[in-house]
């Protein structure tokens, strides 16, 4: 199983951005999809996860950030909106499936003030 995200750039405050995170070798169906972030000197903390039909949100990101995901394209996303300063961080996509857990390689957020 491989997952590759891509979406991650620059933008200011208040902006918003889209990260996606494509599967391969199993179903997103089959598994428990999340995402991660890790900031500079910071520990890897747990962002949002989607099982089913249900979604789940760290407080830091509740209201603000959306996970979905299409089955078609096998790919989960992350809508960031009202971005922070504090939102920086390496962005991580996490695939837990029957055969272990993968990670992707991320990809980079930077919110300017």
């Known amino acids: 199983v491989q997952v590759a995200e891509s979406g991650g750039g620059l933008v200011q405050a208040g902006d918003s951005l889209t990260l996606s995170c494509a599967a391969s070798g199993d179903s997103i169906t089959s598994c428990r999809m999340g995402w991660y972030r890790q900031g500079s000197g910071k520990e890897r903390e747990w962002v949002a996860g989607?099982?089913?039909?249900?979604?789940y949100y760290s407080e830091s990101v509740k209201g603000r950030f959306t996970m979905s995901g299409d089955n078609a394209k096998n790919t989960v996303y992350l809508q960031m909106n009202s971005l922070k300063p504090e939102d920086t961080a390496v962005y991580y996509c996490?695939?837990?499936?029957?055969?272990?857990?993968?990670w992707g390689q991320g990809t980079q957020v930077t919110v300017s003030s």
């Open positions: 989607i099982s089913g039909a249900n979604t």
């Open positions: 996490i695939a837990g499936c029957n055969t272990g857990d993968y």
